[in-house]
T-cell receptor, first 107, second 122 residues
Framework: DIQMTQSPSSVSASGGDRVTITCRASQSIKNYLNWYQQKPGKAPKLLIYAASTLQSGVPSRFSGGGSGTDFTLAISSLRPEDSATYFC?????????FGGGTKVEIK | QLQLQESGPGLVKPSETLSLTCTVSGGSISTSSYYWGWIRQPPGKGLEWIANIYYRGTTEYNPSLKSRVTMSVDTSKNQFSLRLTSVTAADTAVYYCARVDFWTGYSPFDSWGQGTLITVSS
């Protein structure tokens, strides 16, 4: 199975800050990388697919990048509603696998 | 607006079979651009993909669960289902059903149910 490793596991930042989350795959997954946001007690929500394509309706302060094994999710100007856990997912090979998650907290 | 709703027993005894159904509303399950899937999340932990199904019945399973999992689809009811046999405490999790956007070529889960907590306990 392809292992997806996210870092950091948690981050605390102030409103307006830029936050970057990293996801590393154990082998090349080209750009078959999706990002999700999950708030407590809620289902995950798709933010970005194909590493960098913003899902319809998602604010433009979210952006994704990378290819191969290294990927990033950036939040350009952190807002209170961005407090959540973020997961990456690879869909290059079966079984598709998720990263362990990064919890973003607002100071 | 597409909605997915999981239904299940809540509590299952060890060694028994878990059966879950996802009812899709606001859209047809018989759409060529989409697959339908199940994902689970143990309390306080990460996400694990279980299986996907196409409306014509083609399935894809996580090899780690394949021997215990069966997915099926009922297009007349706009539902799809999951059966997981021989459950143990390790199967305790929130189970989500979701739509897979196959048309993008990257198969993200673009619409999710609210999730249902399944506890395995005697």
């Amino acid at each position: 199975d392809i292992q997806m490793t996210q870092s950091p596991s948690s981050v605390s930042a102030s409103g307006g800050d830029r936050v970057t989350i990293t996801c590393r795959a154990s082998q090349s997954i080209k750009n078959y990388l999706n990002w999700y946001q999950q708030k407590p007690g809620k289902a995950p929500k798709l933010l970005i697919y194909a590493a960098s394509t913003l899902q319809s309706g998602v604010p433009s302060r979210f952006s994704g990048g990378g290819s191969g094994t290294d990927f990033t999710l950036a939040i350009s100007s952190l807002r209170p509603e961005d407090s959540a856990t973020y997961f990456c997912q690879q869909t290059y090979l079966v079984p598709q696998t998720f990263g362990g998650g990064t919890k973003v907290e607002i100071k | 607006q597409l909605q997915l709703q999981e239904s299940g027993p809540g509590l299952v005894k060890p060694s028994e079979t878990l059966s879950l159904t996802c009812t899709v509303s606001g859209g047809s399950i018989s759409t060529s651009s989409y697959y339908w899937g199940w994902i689970r999340q143990p309390p306080g932990k990460g996400l694990e993909w279980i299986a996907n199904i196409y409306y014509r019945g083609t399935t894809e399973y996580n090899p780690s669960l394949k021997s215990r999992v069966t997915m099926s689809v009922d297009t007349s009811k706009n539902q799809f289902s999951l059966r997981l046999t021989s459950v143990t405490a390790a199967d305790t999790a929130v189970y989500y059903c979701a739509r897979v956007d196959f048309w993008t070529g990257y198969s993200p889960f673009d619409s999710w149910g609210q999730g249902t907590l399944i506890t395995v306990s005697s």
